[in-house]
């Protein structure tokens, strides 16, 4: 089971990063209420005419209702999640990766590490994660110039993103978007990008008289 297209993926979550930018730079709140209303109402129709994203819904809503077709990935996902327990079958024990979990390596990793790791293992990740944002966004803060802060944040907001919208989308919590783990996911391209955008956010801080590396 696969989200739909990738290009789809992407103009969401580049159109989420937008209205952040956006945001931070000093757009009025008014704006953001008229684009919100017009997504709203876009959202509606186009749930009520494509078949395919209504499917998707219903199997976000109760995947259990379809559980050999729409509901079968995230009903796997949370078979992961709840095998794992407090603290995990170990590293590199997980039995859903093995042709159960579809995607296991890309998408739907993180269910994978909660199943070896645990609860305590995946709030470690995730803290590890909000220590890293936390920190992109005090470096935006401390920027020398306008520039450099809208860059390092703009840099945390897009990685805060694609945690949440992953991480959410695993645990059942947002419907599927297939978007990647960042640093965890398979993917040489996107951990180069990710990397080069960590070094970025670094330059960034150096800039700062290299008090906030």
């Given at each position: 089971?696969?989200?739909?297209?990738?290009?789809?993926?992407?103009?969401?979550?580049?159109?989420?990063?937008?209205?952040?930018?956006?945001?931070?730079?000093?757009?009025?709140?008014?704006?953001?209420?008229?684009?919100?209303?017009?997504?709203?109402?876009?959202?509606?129709?186009?749930?009520?005419?494509?078949?395919?994203?209504?499917?998707?819904i219903t199997a976000w809503r109760?995947?259990?209702?379809?559980?050999?077709?729409?509901?079968?990935?995230i009903l796997q996902s949370l078979?992961?999640?709840?095998?794992?327990?407090?603290?995990?079958?170990?590293?590199?024990?997980?039995?859903?990766?093995?042709?159960?979990?579809?995607?296991?390596?890309?998408?739907?990793?993180?269910?994978?590490?909660?199943?070896?790791?645990?609860?305590?293992?995946?709030?470690?990740?995730?803290?590890?994660?909000?220590?890293?944002?936390?920190r992109g966004y005090y470096i935006?803060?401390?920027?020398?110039?306008?520039?450099?802060?809208?860059?390092?944040?703009?840099?945390?907001?897009?990685?805060?993103?694609?945690?949440?919208?992953?991480?959410?989308?695993?645990?059942?919590?947002?419907?599927?978007?297939?978007?990647?783990?960042?640093?965890?996911?398979?993917?040489?391209?996107?951990?180069?990008?990710?990397?080069?955008?960590?070094?970025?956010?670094?330059?960034?801080?150096?800039?700062?008289?290299?008090?906030?590396?």
């Amino acid at each position: 089971v696969r989200s739909r297209g990738l290009g789809d993926v992407y103009k969401r979550q580049m159109l989420l990063l937008a209205a952040a930018m956006l945001f931070l730079g000093g757009v009025q709140i008014k704006w953001f209420a008229l684009g919100g209303a017009a997504v709203a109402v876009f959202m509606f129709v186009y749930l009520k005419t494509q078949g395919y994203a209504g499917s998707r819904i219903t199997a976000w809503r109760d995947p259990a209702s379809d559980p050999t077709d729409n509901g079968y990935q995230i009903l796997q996902s949370l078979y992961a999640i709840g095998s794992g327990g407090l603290m995990g079958l170990g590293l590199g024990k997980s039995c859903q990766k093995y042709l159960y979990l579809p995607e296991e390596h890309n998408d739907y990793i993180f269910p994978i590490l909660c199943e070896e790791l645990g609860f305590v293992g995946a709030v470690v990740v995730i803290l590890l994660f909000i220590l890293l944002i936390v920190r992109g966004y005090y470096i935006a803060m401390h920027a020398r110039d306008r520039f450099g802060a809208l860059l390092a944040a703009g840099i945390s907001t897009h990685i805060a993103l694609q945690t949440f919208l992953n991480i959410g989308v695993v645990t059942n919590f947002l419907p599927a978007t297939g978007i990647s783990l960042p640093f965890f996911s398979y993917g040489g391209t996107a951990l180069l990008m990710q990397l080069f955008e960590a070094g970025v956010v670094l330059a960034v801080s150096r800039q700062n008289d290299n008090k906030l590396l």
